[in-house]
């Protein structure tokens, strides 16, 4: 199988910073520094670029012409403005501060709607290029109920039954609620109540079904697990020397051994967790070797952005193959019969027994590990996937990415100049480093990767 070698990052940025200028007239750090509008506009024209949008693969191409109704010339254009997008709302994010609400993208062509609680912000957010909406309540209210509904579904066992048939909950920022879904309505307000959160805050949905995790079951490629139940390879990883993968944690405990999809000896769990988060990963023995493809794919993985609200995602599972959908929201909490899982993305893609632990990548993003969900592929439902993220940094893992020899450790890199970021190393949005002389903040969550550093990335760092 060919693989393509990995393209140059956006050029180095000039040495003007990109600090950013509150929304509300603070003067950043940096000199001279671009105003919230031209530094969104800039961060989103170099995304695509950084994000290696033009790789995707022609099975992720296909299955988004299949799944979403688009031409190969729309799925690719969608996939770059979902780039732009992402790295737009980075920058908004933090100039709004308190009153962000959230971001989500909107129609086929992916348009950008911003959130806030601030009638001031709204011709800053609209000349940055996206749609503003004003709302009554910010993002960090909205967080702060649902997680004080993930604790009251923790409490004794009203709150453990409470929470069985009430096993959805989550933040739907384009309505700016939190909601619940529920097989039982009146359960549903038993839990709101123990909360002791604001009802108006919450909307409570009736569902037929509730999540289970997809047992039984290709990251795409199938493994089988103690020569018994078959799960999915999400994503081939590194940890210095040793290789292997992440999948997801019900799939099989520390210690279990696995077996590839040619029924050849493969490796071990190292760690796993389940319930509480829904993640795993594998050391492979010599015979196998990581790579940066999504099952046989020809284009391959460049990086772990996670991507927004609205954005197209598509999974690839042993059971059911290729599947695509959209986003529908972050930080999702699910009820399981084994115990609740936070911290997950909810989505409308299809999957079924066998593909849990799979891989969801966003045109060339690694997004996470299929855990659990309702419906099948023949008459569609939802699906959950632990982002990769949050695996990667528990376990110390690197990516494996086009390109990418066994995996840089921390520390500097070639060409470093010196300070604090690190290829390898996972950030979240908010993160500062230093590189050189400068300071930098992060705007979307990522593994650092040689050709990412901050200064030649306005789409995931800015200067401070």
């Not at 000039?14 to 200028?21: H, Q």
């Not at 409570?204 to 039984?216: K, S």
């Not at 210095?240 to 029924?263: D, E, K, L, M």
């Not at 599972?317 to 972050?330: A, K, N, P, V, Y």
Request: net charge positive.
């Amino acid at each position: 199988m060919l693989r393509r070698p990995i393209r140059a990052v956006c050029a180095v940025l000039a040495t003007a910073a990109l600090g950013l200028t509150a929304l509300q007239g603070t003067a950043g750090a940096a000199a001279p520094a671009l105003g919230p509008a031209a530094a969104a506009r800039t961060a989103a024209a170099a995304a695509p670029d950084t994000l290696g949008v033009a790789a995707a693969a022609p099975e992720v191409i296909e299955a988004l012409r299949r799944d979403l109704g688009l031409t190969d010339a729309q799925a690719r254009s969608r996939i770059a403005a979902e780039a732009g997008a992402g790295a737009r709302a980075a920058v908004l994010a933090r100039a709004l501060g308190g009153g962000w609400a959230g971001s989500w993208l909107e129609g086929p062509e992916a348009g950008l709607a911003v959130a806030t609680t601030r009638s001031a912000d709204l011709a800053a957010i609209r000349a940055a290029g996206a749609r503003p909406v004003l709302v009554g309540r910010p993002l960090a209210a909205l967080d702060a109920t649902l997680a004080a509904l993930d604790r009251a579904a923790g409490r004794g066992a009203t709150g453990r039954a409470a929470a069985l048939a009430a096993p959805v909950r989550y933040v739907d920022v384009t309505a700016n609620t939190v909601v619940v879904q529920a097989t039982d309505r009146a359960a549903a307000e038993r839990l709101v109540a123990a909360a002791g959160v604001e009802r108006a805050a919450v909307r409570v949905e009736t569902v037929a079904e509730a999540p289970r995790p997809l047992y039984d079951l290709r990251g795409g490629d199938a493994y089988y697990i103690d020569n018994s139940s078959r799960c999915s390879i999400g994503f081939p990883i590194t940890r210095g020397t040793t290789q292997g993968f992440v999948s997801a944690g019900h799939c099989g405990r520390a210690g279990s051994s696995t077996t590839g999809a040619n029924r050849a000896a493969q490796g071990s769990f190292q760690a796993s967790v389940f319930p509480g988060n829904d993640m795993s990963w594998v050391a492979t023995n010599s015979s196998w070797t990581a790579t940066p493809y999504v099952n046989s794919a020809s284009g391959a993985v460049t990086g772990s952005v996670l991507q927004q609200v609205g954005a197209s995602v598509c999974r690839s599972g042993s059971t059911t193959g290729w599947h695509c959908g959209t986003i529908q929201q972050h930080n999702t909490s699910v009820t399981y019969a084994e115990g609740t899982v936070s911290g997950v993305t909810r989505t409308n893609v299809c999957a079924e027994p066998g593909d849990s632990g799979g891989s969801f990548i966003s045109g060339t993003q690694a997004q996470g590990v299929t855990s659990g969900g309702t419906g099948n592929c023949s008459q569609g439902g939802t699906t959950y996937f632990q982002p990769v993220n949050p695996i990667l940094q528990n376990y110390g893992l690197t990516l494996k990415t086009d390109g990418q020899g066994p995996g840089p450790g921390p520390g500097p890199g070639p060409g470093n100049p010196g300070g604090t970021w690190a290829a390898g190393t996972v950030y979240q949005a908010g993160d500062t480093v230093t590189y050189g002389s400068a300071s930098f903040r992060c705007l979307q969550g990522h593994q650092a990767q040689a050709g990412w550093e901050p200064p030649n990335t306005p789409a995931l760092w800015q200067a401070v």
